[in-house]
């Protein structure tokens, strides 16, 4: 039973662009999330995050949003250049932040 | 300051084989963590630490056994190595504090059981 949900497993943008990268969770006792990046051969690193009190956080180039309501979160990247080509993933944990469930990714490939 | 460092690298298993993963960090973290991930698919939670002598298990615990004798080391042992195995594993740390982000992940393992 999959929490953390990244419906789309890859994403191709022009560089320059927005990329648009989006995140469902079924568990509403999650109450903190954050998005990670990870090129090929590496761990993941952290991007940006954000509280379930919030409903956006901004870091230069890349904004998360964050949809209580409808159990949403999506990461925004503008604007989008080469190095950004990685994978995304984002997670959330709960309150006691023990434990922390991650979505299948995404693949970001920014064409120059 | 190495971080989070993860030995070996890549290793292949035969069935029935065990083996220990090595996970090493040098910033004095309180949690600690193991995931892997298969293809397609997120990091899983296999086991965590809240200190030296404390864990726990995440979302897919079985074949796998944990310890935690000091801070700076989280090994991960493998008794009886399966095909379902396969996959990459990660070691993470993280400070505990007031900012959650804070999670260093290590190289990554790659295991192939044959």
């Known amino acids: 039973d999959q929490q953390v949900k990244q419906n789309s497993p890859s994403l191709s943008v022009q560089e320059g662009r927005i990329s648009i990268l989006n995140c469902d969770y079924t568990?509403?006792?999650?109450?903190?999330f954050l998005w990670y990046k990870k090129y090929p051969a590496e761990g993941p690193t952290f991007l940006i995050s954000?509280?379930?009190?919030?409903d956006k956080n901004e870091d230069g180039r890349f904004t998360v949003f964050l949809n209580k309501s409808a159990k949403h979160l999506s990461l925004h990247i503008v604007p989008s250049q080469p190095g950004d080509s990685a994978v995304y993933f984002c997670?959330?944990?709960?309150?006691?932040?023990?434990?922390?469930?991650f979505g299948s990714g995404t693949k970001l490939n920014v064409k120059p | 300051n190495a971080g989070v460092t993860q030995t070996p690298k890549f290793r292949i298993l035969k069935i029935g084989q065990s083996m220990t993963l090595q996970c090493a960090q040098d910033m004095n973290h309180n949690y600690m963590y193991w995931y892997r991930q298969d293809p397609g698919m997120g990091l899983k939670l296999i086991y965590y630490?809240?200190?030296?002598?404390?864990?726990d298990k995440g979302e897919v615990p079985n074949g796998y056994n944990v310890s935690r004798s000091t801070t700076e080391d989280f090994p991960l042992r493998l008794e009886l190595a399966a095909p379902s195995q396969t996959s990459v594993y990660f070691c993470a740390s993280r400070r505990r504090g007031a900012t959650y982000e804070t999670q260093y992940f290590g190289p990554g393992t790659r295991l192939l059981v044959l």
């Open positions: 997670a959330a944990t709960p309150p006691n932040f023990n434990k922390f469930y």
């Open positions: 568990n509403s006792m999650f109450d903190y």
């Open positions: 954000i509280s379930s009190i919030k």
């Open positions: 630490s809240v200190g030296a002598g404390i864990t």
